[in-house]
């Protein structure tokens, strides 16, 4: 069975300060990952994503993620924080065809100016 | 790019009554559709997936009988909550589209069974 932790329920950083926002996952065959992020009430917007290819992933508003296959991560990060971040983050993982999503349980990101 | 219409946003309803959620694929045609169900600050479960002419899969645990799934054209698929009572009150969430495209999202639907 596929299974994501996020081992951090909340993550505070000031604004301007690089961010990381921490995903661990185990899966049986070739992993798809996932960040979404989602505001209160709302939704889920995808952010980025981990099927094939470069390691380093580029998404949306500036976030990036390591896929590393050894340690089994999948780390969101972003240079430069911003108080419009701050919002709730899941990261997902899906196995063959990806179809079905397993989440990690979220982790609560707060930035401060 | 994709987008997912879900429907209401917000019910309340009395215990013991049923309500139905929509879900809509606007540009695109999906032959599967995905149920998730959300508690206060926890994550997001699979219920069903939602399949197109046919059954609904449900995950282990999940009542078939109280969670009623029809998807009877490729860009509507309805979840209705049968007989509510106030453990269904959650956030419900619909998905569509493909793991290329990371999926799309409905805005949700927040149950309050009173």
């Known amino acids: 069975a596929q299974s994501v932790a996020q081992p951090e329920d909340q993550v505070n950083v000031a604004e301007g300060n690089p961010l990381t926002v921490k995903c661990t996952y185990s899966v049986s065959g070739n992993p798809y990952l996932f960040w979404y992020v989602q505001y209160p009430n709302r939704g889920l917007q995808f952010l980025l994503k981990?099927?094939?290819?470069?390691?380093l992933v580029k998404g949306s508003y500036g976030f990036e993620a390591e896929f590393n296959k050894s340690q089994t991560s999948f780390h969101l990060k972003k240079p430069s924080a911003l108080v419009s971040d701050s919002a709730l983050y899941f990261c997902a993982v899906g196995e063959g065809g990806g179809n079905k999503l397993t989440f990690g349980t979220g982790t609560q990101l707060k930035v401060e100016l | 790019g994709a987008v997912v219409s879900q429907h209401p946003s917000r019910v309340i309803c009395k215990s013991g009554t049923s309500v139905k959620i929509e879900c809509r694929s606007l540009d695109f045609q999906a032959t599967t559709m995905f149920w998730y169900r959300q508690f206060p600050k926890q994550s997001l479960m699979l219920m069903a997936t939602s399949n197109e002419g046919s059954k609904a899969t449900y995950e282990q645990g999940v009542e078939k009988d109280k969670f009623l799934i029809n998807h009877a054209s490729l860009t509507l698929s309805t979840l209705t909550v049968t007989s509510a009572h106030p453990e269904d009150s959650s956030f419900y969430i619909c998905s569509a589209g493909w793991a290329e495209d990371g999926y799309t999202f409905g805005s949700g639907t927040r149950l309050t069974v009173v």
């Open positions: 981990y099927i094939t290819g470069d390691n």
